[in-house]
């Protein structure tokens, strides 16, 4: 069996050898990791992989191999029975009908409802307009359609209109390897350049050299500068998981193109909005997050700040204290914006989503009038503009 694993392994581009398979097996034989999957998981990472940059390949090969074998969502099993959730039908409703569905009328509302659904709930319920169930049009439940409501135990989103999400999600990092299918990515990056010589004397100088030499009758004078780097120093922050899974691909490209082009650049996750935290390995996003007030006050403000994201989401993830999809942020996402603005003296958002798309109202709008209408397309045109607005 182990065998096939460590083939799937290499199979996802990790740089596994048979020695590293060899103390893996070893290291079974001695007992430290035994009948658990957690720990499995992190001893087969220990001795398999040799760089972090390679986890999310080797967690994709993991997941695809040992798929079905443990389920990990046992807070939603504990408290909403699995017979309440089956998707034995799904509601597919028109235009018309689904303009007849009124709203509960606001993210304040959907909460209390929802606490005393789950006070009188006794059963399962299908097809309803009223309790927590699968395929009708209640505000909470799955494979169904709502206006605003709370998705529950369904694996991907239909509609996009849920303001809450409950269920285990796993984000992925971005791979930075990713060789790039559009050059004209990093040819757009270089119009934010501001080049400098910094660290070691440890290339030669040509020009100064023969000068030098000239001057010296003759005798070779070499002279040495320092390697010319591009100074601008850059925070960048993606948006992962939910609506922007098709963009994957072209956020790493964006993302392995910056890699090169700056030195100076930091990365952050955050999904959907900005709040009081955000983190770099999605793996671990619940444990180790890093304070959005660390990052206010350890960058300067010179910082050229980018954030990368669809801007598609329930507004009172936006407007709202609580109104994360996710968890209960004690400040409106806004505010949390705002100080970023505040601190920074550039930066704009860059959308994957065709300009034409946008519109101007909900989520989108919001967004855009947050960043002063910095708010540019994920294109190599729309990369230019971006850069040029940094550069200012």
């Known amino acids: 069996?182990?065998?096939?694993?460590f083939l799937e392994?290499?199979?996802?581009?990790?740089?596994?050898?048979?020695?590293?398979?060899?103390?893996?097996?070893?290291?079974l034989q001695k007992r430290l990791a035994f009948a658990d999957m957690e720990e499995f998981y992190y001893l087969s990472r220990?001795?398999?992989?040799?760089?972090?940059?390679?986890?999310?390949?080797?967690?994709?090969?993991?997941?695809?191999?040992?798929?079905g074998i443990e389920n990990l969502d046992d807070l939603l099993e504990a408290l909403i029975p699995d017979d309440w959730l089956r998707a034995e039908f799904e509601k597919h409703l028109s235009e018309e009908e689904k303009?007849?569905?009124?709203?509960?009328?606001g993210l304040e509302e959907l909460i209390e409802t929802f606490k005393k659904r789950m006070e009188e709930q006794q059963e399962r319920h299908a097809g309803g307009n009223k309790w927590i169930g699968t395929g009708g049009?209640?505000?909470?439940?799955?494979?169904?359609?709502?206006?605003?409501?709370?998705?529950?135990?369904?694996?991907?989103?239909?509609?996009?209109?849920?303001?809450?999400?409950?269920?285990?999600?796993e984000f992925k990092d971005l791979d930075d390897s990713v060789t790039l299918g559009i050059?004209?990515?990093?040819?757009?990056?270089?119009?934010?350049?501001k080049f400098a010589r910094q660290g070691a004397a440890d290339q030669l100088d040509m020009d100064d050299t023969i000068r030098s030499t000239a001057r010296n009758a003759g005798y070779l004078d070499l002279k040495m500068v320092p390697e010319r780097h591009n100074a601008v120093k850059v925070l960048i922050f993606f948006d992962v998981g939910g609506s922007m899974d098709p963009h994957v691909r072209v956020c790493e490209e964006l993302f392995s193109a910056a890699?090169?082009?700056?030195?100076?650049?930091?990365?952050?996750?955050?999904?959907?909005?900005i709040y009081e935290s955000v983190w770099k390995n999605n793996i671990r996003r619940m444990n180790e997050t890093t304070s959005t007030w660390d990052i206010l006050h350890k960058y300067t403000p010179d910082y050229k700040v980018i954030f990368v994201g669809d801007a598609t989401m329930a507004p009172y993830e936006i407007s709202h204290p609580g109104g994360s999809i996710e968890h209960w942020n004690e400040e409106a996402g806004a505010t949390w914006f705002q100080r970023i603005t505040e601190h920074f003296r550039k930066v704009v958002w860059?959308?994957?989503?065709p300009e034409s798309y946008w519109g101007n109202g909900g989520s989108l709008g919001m967004t855009k009038q947050l960043v002063n209408d910095h708010m540019y397309p994920l294109t190599v045109e729309g990369l230019e503009s971006a850069m040029k607005q940094l550069s200012k």
């Open 183 to 193: 050059r004209n990515i990093k040819v757009a990056l270089r119009r934010l350049r």
């Open 350 to 353: 860059i959308n994957p989503l």
């Open 259 to 273: 890699r090169l082009e700056f030195k100076h650049m930091e990365y952050f996750y955050f999904h959907n909005f």
């Open 1 to 5: 069996m182990l065998i096939d694993f």
């Open 99 to 105: 303009a007849k569905i009124d709203s509960l009328g």
């Open 9 to 27: 392994v290499r199979r996802a581009r990790v740089p596994a050898s048979l020695r590293e398979f060899l103390d893996l097996l070893e290291a």
């Open 46 to 67: 220990l001795c398999l992989v040799k760089d972090e940059r390679h986890f999310d390949k080797f967690d994709r090969a993991f997941q695809a191999y040992f798929e």
């Open 137 to 169: 049009t209640s505000p909470f439940g799955a494979n169904g359609y709502n206006p605003e409501g709370f998705r529950i135990g369904q694996k991907n989103g239909r509609h996009g209109r849920a303001v809450k999400v409950w269920e285990k999600r």
